[in-house]
């Protein structure tokens, strides 16, 4: 099974300010990766496909980037509601979610 | 617009069946070009994918993750326009916050999940 790794598994950051979130894969992906934002209490929400497509509705200050093994979540500018766990997705072979990482209030 | 809502018994005996029922409500569970599936995240840890059942056949095709050795089964209830998770002999392991997920198909390279309930907390306790 293909193992997703993120780094770092929590960071912290001041509204305003460039974070940006790294997602490994055991083996060659191409672009089939996803990155989701979970707040607790309600259903995770689809941010970014294809690696660096941003899903309809989603803010322009969050961007993804990547192929093959290597991917990049990068929200410029945090905003209040950004604060949350972001978990990577590959549907490339199954579903296989990275392990999160936490954005914290610094 | 497809909504999901995860129901069932949020308190399981160990060794006993979780079975959770996800309702669908704006459209047809057969008509809406989607495979339904179910996804977990433990205490903890991260999000887990579970499994997933189409709507092709008479009963759809299922696929489940290897992690769950045999004890899922994912199934259509066309009648009441919903899916149901049945989670045989379970342990403290499996308490976890579930969701239900729907994939649309076909979909572009990793926008696997665009459609999910709110989810519901289940614990295993003896």
């Known amino acids: 099974a293909i193992q997703l790794t993120q780094s770092p598994s929590s960071v912290s950051g001041s509204v305003g300010d460039r974070v940006t979130i790294a997602c490994r894969t055991s083996q060659d992906i191409r672009n089939n990766l996803a990155w989701f934002q979970h707040k607790p209490g309600i259903a995770p929400r689809l941010i970014i496909f294809?690696?660096?497509v941003l899903e309809r509705g989603v803010p322009e200050r969050f961007s993804g980037s990547g192929s093959g093994t290597d991917f990049t979540l990068t929200i410029r500018s945090l905003q209040p509601e950004d604060f949350a766990t972001y978990y990577c997705l590959t549907d490339y072979n199954d579903y296989t979610f990275g392990q999160g990482t936490k954005l914290e209030i610094k | 617009q497809l909504h999901l809502q995860e129901s069932g018994p949020q308190l399981v005996e160990t060794s006993q069946t979780l079975s959770l029922t996800c309702a669908v409500s704006?459209?047809?569970?057969?008509?809406?070009?989607?495979?339904w599936s179910w996804i977990r995240r433990p205490a903890g840890e991260g999000l887990e994918w579970l499994g997933f059942v189409s709507t092709s056949g008479a009963t759809g095709y299922t696929s489940y993750s290897p992690s769950l050795n045999r004890r899922a089964t994912i199934s259509l209830d066309t009648s009441r326009n919903q899916f149901i998770l049945r989670l045989r002999s379970v342990t403290a392991a499996d308490t976890a916050f579930y969701y239900c997920?729907?994939?649309?198909?076909?979909?572009?390279?990793?926008?696997?999940?665009?459609?999910w309930g709110p989810g519901m907390p289940v614990t295993v306790s003896s």
């Open positions: 704006g459209g047809s569970i057969v008509g809406a070009s989607y495979y």
């Open positions: 997920a729907g994939m649309r198909v076909p979909h572009a390279p990793g926008r696997a999940f665009d459609l």
């Open positions: 294809s690696a660096s």
